[in-house]
């Protein structure tokens, strides 16, 4: 009989809901590929070919997410950051780590070792990816959302992570929603600080984690050392409907239509999600003939 991998990542009480914010524990901070001295050799592979974003220490909670970027406290290459984030004043985003090799497999494994519990809740795992973030004392990750289910890792340091649940239209709105998916636009997801009473908070330290949903908003706040946190994400048959579904839902927008909620009007969702499948696949047929690419990590063919 074969044998199932063990979870690297054990779930909180309660069960598994794919679209429940949720504690979680792991069992990598310890990891060799995510000490330091791997960690800068990584990055120093990365930043050759432009797979880091960076952000300093004056970005706050409300600034817009795609604009943190621009902000640059000093001109420190990427690697003197790593040799020194206690004063560096950074945050470094180390993006789809899975584009090297090494971490590809580590990536894979961590994901496999989940996915005979997720398949049961939530079928499909696809376009699994890998994210590390390295973060000097002090720095704010802005209000944002993705279009991923995460699993959010402690690896060193601490940090406050502040998370909304996927359904909280007041935090996010469905039109925020749409705008996202279809354009890849977050300039509807506005901060306010009001926002903090309905959020759920976590302390994480090393071995602690979060569950995020799909489009669940999350803002994060460091800690007063250096910080390493792992972001392990992936795509299922659910996330992908629920974003044709906002897609087609913009694209009604557009046309001077005001449709009801993703999920509140079954057969309205039900005949788009056939329109937008069928648009998709014509999509892909144009583009590669007819193959259909491996839809196993996040670089491949989306």
């Known amino acids: 009989m074969q044998m199932l991998p063990q979870p690297l990542i054990t779930l909180g009480p309660g069960g598994?809901?794919?679209?429940?914010?949720?504690?979680?524990?792991?069992?990598?901070?310890?990891?060799?590929?995510?000490?330091?001295?791997?960690?800068?050799?990584?990055?120093s592979r990365l930043d050759a070919i432009g797979s880091?974003?960076?952000?300093?220490?004056?970005?706050?909670?409300?600034?817009?997410?795609n604009e943190a970027t621009r902000l640059h406290p000093n001109r420190r290459s990427v690697a003197e950051s790593m040799a020194d984030m206690e004063d560096a004043k950074v945050f470094l985003s180390l993006l789809n780590v899975q584009i090297d090799p090494l971490y590809r497999e580590f990536v894979g494994a961590v994901l496999n070792s989940m996915r005979p519990m997720l398949d049961r809740h939530d079928p499909g795992m696809c376009?699994?990816?890998?994210?590390i973030f390295v973060s000097s004392p002090r720095t704010v990750t802005p209000f944002h959302f993705d279009k991923e289910h995460n699993f959010l890792l402690q690896i060193r340091g601490s940090k406050r992570v502040y998370v909304w649940d996927a359904s909280d239209t007041v935090v996010a709105s469905e039109l925020a929603r749409d705008r996202f998916h279809h354009a890849h636009e977050r300039?509807?997801?506005?901060?306010?600080?009001?926002?903090r009473a309905?959020?759920?908070?976590?302390?994480?330290?090393?071995?602690?984690?979060?569950?995020?949903?799909?489009?669940?908003?999350?803002?994060?706040?460091?800690?007063?050392?250096t910080s390493v946190t792992m972001s392990f994400t992936y795509y299922t048959d659910a996330t992908r409907r629920d974003a044709l579904l906002h897609k087609a839902h913009a694209m009604l927008r557009e046309k001077g239509?005001?449709?009801?909620?993703?999920?509140?009007?079954?057969?309205?969702?039900?005949?788009?999600?056939?329109l937008a499948?069928?648009?998709?696949?014509w999509r892909r047929l144009a583009r590669h003939g007819g193959e259909s690419g491996s839809t196993a990590f996040a670089e491949d063919d989306r």
């Open 257 to 274: 239509f005001a449709p009801p909620p993703v999920g509140s009007a079954a057969l309205l969702d039900a005949g788009l999600l056939l």
């Open 187 to 195: 300039k509807l997801l506005l901060w306010d600080e009001a926002f």
């Open 127 to 131: 376009y699994r990816g890998g994210w």
């Open 52 to 65: 880091i974003r960076t952000h300093g220490n004056d970005a706050t909670a409300g600034t817009p997410f």
């Open 198 to 225: 309905r959020a759920r908070v976590f302390d994480l330290r090393p071995g602690e984690g979060a569950y995020m949903p799909s489009t669940s908003p999350h803002m994060v706040e460091n800690g007063d050392e």
């Open 277 to 281: 499948q069928a648009r998709k696949l």
């Open 16 to 43: 598994f809901d794919p679209w429940r914010v949720q504690a979680i524990r792991h069992h990598l901070a310890d990891h060799p590929l995510l000490q330091m001295p791997q960690l800068r050799a990584l990055a």
